[in-house]
């Protein structure tokens, strides 16, 4: 029995229970990556495409790439059993071998492993949708870090305490140059004229798994969809749209600032064209 | 006798050799802030000024402001001792309650102070300068963290790694919207016709303490000084500049991507009026 909240389990370096080194770049700098996979039944959902968007940011930011099996084995050792369950990895460059920024290329990174509960969510969600508002805080710019699920997350920290109201359920994030990126733990798509946008994430922004999943299966079924530079204007001038992420799978937007919205044909088809993925009836 | 470059003493929550819990938000998301303080001879050199911005980080991120008196007596006793020390604290939101970026205002602080041995810098640095470089990487843009030392450091990480001279000893950085706001760990001032000029932080950089001081002590011997917007432009201009932090101190550049620059009459003023604050024969 776990305090509500509380992992159920956490690993570090594939050690049960392991404690962090104070001196872990990923603590001083935010020097490192996560993932944060969905898992039901012991199965780790979408694990390929997770395990691949971790190495591409190992990549990105030089960190040395962990051994994909021994990560997957621990991801699945941490998702085993019934039910159920939230698996974030973390992948840092690992303790510093002295004082400042520079690397050394000699760091050891770390793996930190947590599973979590992760309780059934109000199945009308789904159906009826969320209740969005917009953020007042902007994302900066970084192309080098746009796109990577880094460890720099304050601005992702604020924006969320901008909101206290539990019947809402997400912010949506323009950039410091007014483009329309994301919500503050999901990504978002408009449906125009039956065609699907989503923002670019060139300059900020996550490039999440459900979204990249969702532009596999619109291309599947012909639904036109494009990676764009949006903004308010774009934001403005729809009525559909919806949220996506590891977590939540696919969401309609119920309303946006108190506009209603409307949940149309696309959205239902590719609810209906994933549901099999999210629910593990066929492989991700 | 501890390796080169690892600390000389670890203590969290002022316990020696303390771990960090891996629910840490300050891993998981940069929550948290950190001040880097020069010690001589057991005296943290300018630890008002320190404590003082750690609180200013703390109202502006809502962490709960640390007792000052606790803080200060953990710094002085990482401090104590002969000889030459940096000591630096990280002060973070504490381990998370849950998953999410979402606070619970019930978070319990982390306080991690570090020392590390000091070495004795080149003395001729003071005297002839560094060799500085321009960095590709540009800053991202968020008044709402612009001045803080928090530790969303990332991009420092990947700047740093733009260069492996030893020769170099910093990279001056612009920001995503062009205008030049620091080193990647100093700050910099232009000096032009007799007049101090340092990039204005309202978008992004740390708000140093070393260029606090020299912004009082300019004020204090006259010397016009301001904050400003500045560009590429105002740095080519330039024949004058030198770094600033809480580490070197003050020190002129020598030379800007191969240009040789000077050490002019404003430079050396501030160098013999920051002399007895640095050595600590006078009180910062």
Redesign the interface.
Known sequence: MTA????EG?W?NGRPN??????????????GL?ETIACLEGRPRFLKLHLERLETGCAR??IPRPSREELRREILAAAAGAGRA?V?V?L??GP????????TGAEQPTR?T?R?RWEEDDPRLAVEGVRVRTAA??????P??AGLK????????????EWNDAAIGEALMFS??ARLISG??SNVFLVEAGTLRTPLLDR?GVAGIMRRVVLREAACVGIPAEEAALDAADLARTRELFLTSAVIGLRPVRSLDGRACETGAVTRELQRRLAPLLTGAADG
């Open positions: 509500e909240g509380a992992p956490v570090v392991g404690t962090l080194s104070p001196l872990e770049r990923g603590l001083h700098y935010g020097d996560f930011l030089a939230i974030k973390l840092t460059r510093a071998a002295a004082r400042g920024y520079a690397t930190l947590l979590y805080l902007r994302l900066s710019e970084s080098a870090l880094h460890l720099n997350r304050l601005e992702q920290v604020l924006a969320r305490r410091s140059s503050v733990m900020c």
